[in-house]
């Protein structure tokens, strides 16, 4: 049964394609090489999918944050999948200091931005307080609109009051990251209430959730059927089930794009997803 209140409300799908974690030990569909990568989001991109969260690795599948790579996986990108909305990964397992954002003047769409630390499975997840501001500095030069990645809901706050304070190019975007060993884990009652925070704090931003492992299913779930957007990818999950790995980041995407169909939610166009973010045209 679809909720009246979202029917035909379109849903920004984001692929997360690769991620910093997972090797082809792990599932051999998990893109490593520029060539893999583009590819595997040209199957995403024709599944639903309007937004590329990309990281890129070394050839030996270690992560990188090579200028050079995230040039030639941009341009792949734009050639292969006309539109798309290109979004880099700042994040630190990638890199440390201010190579995590080497790659910003190459002006992606967007990049992912977190704004706070937290614990992940074996490490603390640093974020210091210098850094968010200068990796949000460097987004405002390049034009680059920020996904702020929330693993807390102290995270959301200080997206929210960042924003306020003018810190944040564009419109504010935030994505909810839910399964995190260590972190915020999936809670329903923890999802309902960052919704209503930023219903009521920030109503005229635009928000998604993202689920770790087998939680990535759920909590495409409860982002379709509460209105917002979500995410999904190899990087994340390499499952289809417990049994089954995932043949490709397209075969995620296609599940979330039939609960979508379910909610009688319309899957975003990628001009549809520019237009909701406030991106410029492609």
Same mark, same amino acid.
């Given at each position: 049964?679809?909720?009246?209140?979202?029917?035909?409300?379109?849903?920004?799908?984001?692929?997360?394609?690769?991620?910093?974690?997972?090797?082809?030990?792990?599932?051999?569909?998990?893109?490593?090489?520029?060539?893999?990568?583009?590819?595997?989001?040209?199957?995403?991109?024709?599944?639903?999918?309007?937004?590329?969260?990309?990281?890129?690795?070394?050839?030996?599948?270690?992560?990188?944050?090579?200028?050079?790579?995230?040039?030639?996986?941009?341009?792949?990108?734009?050639?292969?999948?006309?539109?798309?909305?290109?979004?880099?990964?700042? *994040? %630190?397992?990638?890199? =440390? #200091?201010?190579?995590?954002?080497?790659? /910003?003047?190459?002006?992606?769409?967007?990049? @992912?931005?977190?704004?706070?630390?937290?614990?992940?499975?074996?490490?603390?997840?640093?974020?210091?307080?210098?850094?968010?501001?200068?990796?949000?500095?460097?987004?405002?030069?390049?034009?680059?609109?920020?996904?702020?990645?929330?693993?807390?809901?102290?995270?959301?706050?200080?997206?929210?009051?960042?924003?306020?304070?003018?810190?944040?190019?564009?419109?504010?975007?935030?994505?909810?990251?839910?399964?995190?060993?260590?972190?915020?884990?999936?809670?329903?009652?923890?999802?309902?209430?960052?919704?209503?925070?930023?219903?009521?704090?920030?109503?005229?931003?635009?928000?998604?959730?993202?689920?770790?492992?087998?939680?990535?299913?759920?909590?495409?779930?409860?982002?379709?059927?509460? *209105? %917002?957007?979500?995410? =999904? #990818?190899?990087?994340?999950?390499?499952? /289809?089930?417990?049994?089954?790995?995932?043949? @490709?980041?397209?075969?995620?995407?296609?599940?979330?794009?039939?609960?979508?169909?379910?909610?009688?939610?319309?899957?975003?166009?990628?001009?549809?997803?520019?237009?909701?973010?406030?991106?410029?045209?492609?």
């Amino acid at each position: 049964m679809s909720d009246t209140s979202v029917a035909g409300k379109p849903c920004i799908l984001c692929v997360a394609i690769t991620g910093s974690v997972p090797t082809k030990e792990n599932n051999p569909a998990v893109p490593i090489t520029v060539s893999e990568q583009v590819e595997s989001t040209h199957e995403a991109f024709e599944a639903g999918a309007a937004i590329a969260h990309c990281h890129v690795r070394n050839d030996d599948q270690t992560p990188s944050s090579d200028p050079d790579r995230f040039a030639a996986l941009k341009e792949g990108l734009e050639k292969h999948c006309p539109g798309m909305i290109v979004q880099f990964s700042t *994040g %630190g397992r990638s890199g =440390a #200091g201010q190579a995590r954002g080497g790659m /910003l003047p190459l002006r992606p769409d967007m990049a @992912s931005l977190s704004v706070g630390s937290n614990n992940f499975p074996t490490r603390v997840y640093e974020n210091p307080p210098d850094l968010v501001d200068w990796l949000a500095s460097e987004m405002r030069s390049y034009e680059v609109t920020p996904e702020v990645e929330a693993f807390d809901l102290s995270h959301i706050l200080q997206a929210i009051r960042l924003h306020q304070a003018g810190k944040l190019y564009g419109r504010l975007y935030v994505q909810f990251v839910m399964g995190v060993k260590n972190a915020m884990p999936a809670d329903r009652e923890v999802f309902d209430f960052y919704v209503k925070i930023m219903q009521e704090r920030a109503p005229d931003a635009l928000w998604c959730a993202a689920g770790i492992g087998a939680n990535q299913v759920v909590v495409n779930e409860w982002a379709i059927a509460a *209105g %917002g957007h979500t995410r =999904a #990818g190899l990087e994340d999950n390499v499952r /289809l089930d417990k049994d089954t790995l995932a043949p @490709s980041n397209a075969a995620l995407i296609a599940r979330a794009a039939e609960i979508c169909a379910r909610y009688e939610r319309p899957v975003a166009t990628v001009a549809e997803a520019r237009d909701l973010l406030g991106l410029r045209s492609a």
